[in-house]
């Protein structure tokens, strides 16, 4: 894997890694072999189920456990972080999402409204506790930056997106004000990433996921990106290569946010 040097010297925490299937894995790869020393986060079922102590072996990294929704874990995290990297943070990848509706495929007009709110906070919600709290304690650096992973379902209609539709809109909205408020008081930048549909672990057991995902690789000119590729991209946004790019919702999934049409679906196989 070669290697830029584009995060030599800074510090990070990433959510979100469960197995070596999952984008914040991938972006932990890659931010390793740029430069970076972070620590690595899930909660405590993630950490049962998933594989992350293998992944902080390979990258050197220590694993905090934190409930995102609970904001005296968050600040554990913070704290210790900073402890462990000797210094404010640079960069954090909050990568994490849940539906238990949509895991248990529950149609959009009978939802368990008890789960819906679970969704919101897990998914959304989470980003604000997390800002709130680096704000508070003052953790981040100058033009540090914050990166958070969000899918087109939040602007179009996915009828098996459910009520991760709903959070994923919620996500980018605090995204932007949260961006805003951040800007002004220490010019950190505040970001999502739209993905293409990615085989992850947290999707095997939406429905029809196999069939979608073959067909945003068909809409999309340039196939779909893969959760190597979007590692490359935060990595980027991590950078000081980009240190005006804040607010945004930024589409990384082949041109299929921008396609209409595409006459890769009319084409027949020889």
């Not at 197995?19 to 972070?38: D, P």
């Not at 508070?136 to 087109?152: G, H, Q, R, W």
């Not at 408020?181 to 085989?199: C, E, H, L, M």
Request: with cysteine; aromatic share 10%.
């Amino acid at each position: 894997m070669m290697s830029h040097n584009l995060l030599r010297g800074k510090k990070g925490i990433i959510f979100g890694a469960l197995t070596n299937e999952s984008i914040a894995w991938a972006v932990a790869e890659k931010a390793f072999s740029e430069g970076a020393r972070f620590t690595l986060t899930n909660s405590p079922l993630g950490l049962r189920i998933g594989q992350i102590n293998e992944l902080a072996k390979l990258c050197n990294a220590e694993v905090i456990t934190a409930d995102v929704s609970v904001v005296e874990d968050l600040e554990n995290l913070l704290n210790k972080s900073m402890e462990i990297l000797g210094g404010k943070i640079d960069f954090i990848l909050h990568a994490i999402g849940m539906s238990k509706n949509v895991l248990k495929k529950r149609d959009y007009d009978d939802l368990n409204y008890k789960d819906f709110i679970q969704t919101i906070d897990i998914c959304a919600l989470s980003l604000h506790k997390l800002l709130q709290t680096t704000s508070k304690l003052d953790a981040l650096n100058e033009y540090a930056s914050v990166v958070t992973l969000t899918y087109i379902g939040s602007q179009r209609i996915f009828p098996d997106y459910s009520d991760m539709s709903q959070a994923k809109a919620m996500l980018e909205s605090i995204v932007r004000n949260f961006g805003y408020q951040y800007g002004i008081k220490k010019k950190v930048r505040v970001n999502a990433v739209s993905q293409s549909p990615t085989f992850t672990t947290a999707v095997k057991g939406v429905k029809s996921f196999k069939e979608f995902y073959e067909f945003a690789d068909k809409m999309s000119p340039l196939g779909n990106a893969t959760a190597q590729e979007c590692g490359d991209y935060c990595i980027t946004l991590f950078s000081d290569l980009t240190r005006k790019v804040t607010m945004q919702t930024l589409y990384h999934d082949g041109g299929f946010s921008s396609t209409g049409m595409s006459s890769n679906l009319f084409m027949k196989n020889d």
